[in-house]
């Protein structure tokens, strides 16, 4: 019945009675759960063992109660110790593991402590501190020995609490923890040991140190105020540019810089960008501590916490004060360029290395007659194929153009013939820097038809300058034999009646000579070999004798028509008259470009006013 009992799993009292129970039997039965044994004899027993097996009955209820509260309570806090994130640890008072968690166990696996399929805990009972000791050496400066010295010190009471940031670097990353020992609760000596992951944090916090000297070592002034605008950082820079220290400007309004130059508009643009979280870019007119005007290029962004609410704002200033200097010499030097470009009597125009137009000036289009929508267009192509269209060989233009903008080195120098006649020399260069660096092409056009006219002019003058030079020449020597002829023929006539034939021939011969002198006069005026001087002449006669030298000197295809009336006699140089007359029917000769034409001469009186 005992068996049968026992078998179902029943835990009530048992009290075996028997007439015959032998002494083994009587302890066979207890062994399996009898509470007591009685021997019929002896029933007055009965009383006593019954209350005995219910009290014993009662105490074991009690145990198994404690011992199931106790497996709770351990699976619970072994449950959440597992649940942290944190590696833990629980040591007696020697130091020896009692409890470890599931962070702490898979770490272990993780750095190849136990294996990695292993899910046992293999640090129960080993000694923490003797790992210590053998992780820190006979060092006792090394994180290990300050580790065992502060956990012996939390055991021993001497510390209520022990606290140690240390790293734990693998050869794939960096890793770091904060341990932390406090004391087991209640009577039990021992000490529990936290040790939680902070590599986020330490990434963090060095990040931050970077961003932080970064920031303060910055080439660039850096302030961050409050949501109202009240100063709480400045970096190094900011004190350099401006002259205030930290201490002066702490607490204070970024407008302690302004100057007056920018407008309440500007900065209520500013605000009202910032404030509704948008990036402000922009310039400052300052003034430095010490009155000193300055430019600012600033950046200006609202920072906001995790719930989007404006906290602080961030400007980033640079000094640009010299660069503001550079661009105003730099307007200045272009101006002054652009106006010498455009009070040139040539016709300049500057490109680029890729032959985009950069400067322009209008001399250039007068020159090739651009019209008006062609010059102002951004577009250089008609402009090229409207200069090239104007040349009297596009053809060898355009090479040239091609040839030069793809040998940047070359310098050149030629002259073009328009289809109009107009003649321009041309010059283009590369524009280098001071470095030698290539920027573009300068090109310089001038119009020298006048110029070629006028050496054309003088070439031919030149040449009747030395036409009048030989004719003086023989024009003196012809003189001279004149002299004697009309001395002969004046000797002659006393020796002859004046109605004689041979007197009648001499007179021939003195008319004729009169001709001759007055051909050898003209010549010698033409070549200026006579000495001007004014006095009452005839303008008819001069005109006549400067035509017809001038109609020996003028192609016969040049027919002359005159109109000459008698004019009255005026005080003139004959000489300089007939000079003018020669020039003027030359001019005429050349215009007409030695084709055949019509000169035409009028001689006719006119009044002169006062306005002529």
């Not at 090239?388 to 090479?399: H, R």
Request: charged share 25%; proline share 3%; aromatic share 6%.
């Amino acid at each position: 019945a005992l068996e049968l009992m026992v078998q179902s799993g029943q835990r009530r009292p048992f009290i075996l009675i028997s007439g015959t129970i032998g002494e083994d039997l009587a302890v066979q039965a207890m062994k399996l759960g009898a509470a007591d044994y009685l021997l019929k004899d002896r029933l007055g027993r009965l009383g006593p063992a019954v209350e005995q097996a219910l009290a014993v009955q009662k105490l074991r209820k009690q145990r198994e109660r404690a011992r199931t509260e106790l497996r709770e309570n351990l699976v619970f806090t072994k449950s959440v110790l597992d649940s942290l994130s944190a590696h833990i640890v629980v040591l007696d008072e020697q130091g020896k593991i009692l409890m470890t968690n599931e962070a702490w166990r898979r770490f272990a696996r993780e750095t190849g402590a136990t294996p990695a399929t292993d899910q046992t805990d293999h640090f129960l009972g080993r000694s923490y501190l003797e790992a210590c000791e053998g992780a820190g050496g006979i060092n006792p400066r090394s994180q290990a020995g300050i580790a065992r010295d502060g956990i012996l010190a939390v055991i021993n009471g001497s510390r209520t609490e022990f606290m140690l940031e240390y790293d734990c670097h693998s050869p794939r990353e960096q890793r770091w923890f904060v341990m932390q020992a406090s004391p087991l609760g209640g009577s039990r000596r021992g000490v529990v040991i936290s040790h939680e992951n902070i590599t986020r944090r330490k990434l963090n916090e060095l990040h931050i140190r970077q961003l932080s000297q970064a920031v303060e070592q910055s080439p660039v002034s850096v302030v961050i105020t409050d949501s109202q605008g009240r100063i709480e950082y400045v970096n190094a820079k900011f004190c350099e540019v401006t002259g205030y220290t930290i201490g002066e400007v702490a607490g204070r309004n970024p407008r302690i810089l302004k100057s007056g130059d920018n407008s309440r508009d500007y900065y209520r643009e500013l605000w009202e960008t910032i404030t509704t979280g948008g990036t402000w870019r922009g310039e400052f007119h300052n003034r430095k501590k010490n009155g000193e005007l300055f430019w600012e290029a600033a950046s200006v962004v609202a920072i906001k916490d995790v719930e989007g609410r404006i906290t602080h704002y961030l400007a980033v200033k640079e000094d640009i004060t010299g660069r503001k200097r550079m661009e105003e010499e730099m307007r200045w030097r272009t101006a002054l360029f652009e106006a010498q470009v455009d009070a040139s009597i040539d016709g300049i125009l500057v490109v680029d290395g890729q032959g985009r137009k950069i400067i322009v000036n209008e001399r250039f289009n007068q020159i090739h007659k651009i019209p008006r929508q062609i010059a102002e267009s951004e577009n250089d192509e008609p402009r090229l194929q409207f200069v090239t269209s104007q040349m009297k060989d596009p053809k060898g233009f355009a090479e040239k153009v091609a040839y030069l903008y793809a040998h940047p080195d070359e310098v050149s120098r030629d002259e073009l013939e328009l289809l109009d006649g107009t003649i321009v020399d041309r010059y283009s260069a590369p524009v280098r820097g001071r470095h030698g660096h290539y920027y573009g092409r300068i090109w310089a056009f001038r119009d020298i038809t006048q110029q070629r006219k006028l050496e054309q002019q003088l070439r031919q003058s030149q040449k009747m300058e030395s036409i009048g030079q030989l004719a003086g020449g023989i024009a003196h020597d012809f003189n001279n034999i004149l002299g004697a002829i009309m001395g002969y023929m004046d000797l002659a006539r006393t020796d002859l009646a004046p109605d004689s034939f041979a007197a009648e021939c001499l007179e021939h011969i003195a008319t004729a000579s009169a001709r001759a002198v007055d051909l050898v006069r003209q010549i010698l005026t033409f070549s200026r070999q006579q000495q001007h001087e004014r006095g009452v002449i005839q303008l008819k006669h001069v005109v006549v004798e400067a035509l017809k030298l001038l109609r020996a000197s003028v192609p016969t295809g040049i027919e002359f028509k005159t109109n000459l009336t008698q004019v009255p006699a005026v005080l003139a140089d004959a000489t300089a008259i007939h000079q003018i007359i020669m020039n003027l029917g030359t001019n005429a000769w050349h215009a007409m470009k030695e084709k055949s034409g019509r000169l035409t001469v009028e001689l006719v009186a006119m009044d002169v006013g006062d306005d002529f």
